[in-house]
């Protein structure tokens, strides 16, 4: 099975400020037709996952412009450029490409 | 956009079986797959497997395989996930997500489904 790591595992940020998340793969998740499916999900306090990104870069309907997702290969990297008090909450990657679907063990982002 | 419908919560004996549902409005395709994620107490979430919504086809994560069966009921636009032998590692909720077919990502996701394990 690919396991997800992500770095940290708690990130406390101020209002206003940006915040990083990594997410490492123990293989690449590029598949067979070319493409990478990485997704990021925000999992608010009392509430299901909820899909914020998906294959590395592209953002899901409703999405704010200030969350972004990069990366290539093993390592990726969501960044939310201006952290809102809306951000609070567990981030997740999970990975798509190889079965079994497999997600790192979560971010938890709250604010200072 | 699509809507997920878990059924309400469960409290099972151990070595008991569980059957859950999972009802789909709103998608504009119905060549989609639903799949069940298990997310105990301070654990990953860990995916158990999947169901096609039409031809019924499913893939089960070999951790489940065994003790775990995913249904449909395409009539109903239901999915059904039966977890069998249920032990403590159990407790925990469980979620059904949508993918349209190949899309390679989970967009919608229902509320959960708290089941507990417990004598």
Partial sequence: ?112 | QVHLVQSGAEVKEPGASVKLSCKASGSPSANYVIHWMRQAPGQRLEWMGWVHAVNGNRLYSQKFQGRVTITTDTSASTAYMELNSLRSEDTALFFCAHENWGSGHLDYWGQGTLVTVSS
Avoid at chain 1, 24 to 40: A, F, I
Avoid at chain 1, 88 to 108: D, L
């Fill in chain 1, 1 to 112: 099975d690919i396991v997800m790591t992500q770095t940290p595992l708690s990130s406390p940020v101020t209002l206003g400020q940006p915040a990083s998340i990594s997410c490492r793969s123990s293989q690449s998740l590029v598949h067979s037709d070319g493409n990478t499916y990485l997704s990021w999900l925000q999992q608010r306090p009392g509430q299901p996952p909820r899909l914020l990104i998906y294959k590395i870069s592209n953002r899901f309907s409703g999405v704010p412009d200030r969350v972004s997702g990069s990366g290539a290969g093993t390592d990726f990297t969501l960044t939310i450029s201006r952290v809102e008090a809306e951000d609070v909450g567990v981030y997740f990657c999970m990975q798509c490409t190889q079965f079994p679907y497999t997600f790192g063990q979560g971010t938890k982002l709250e604010i200072k």
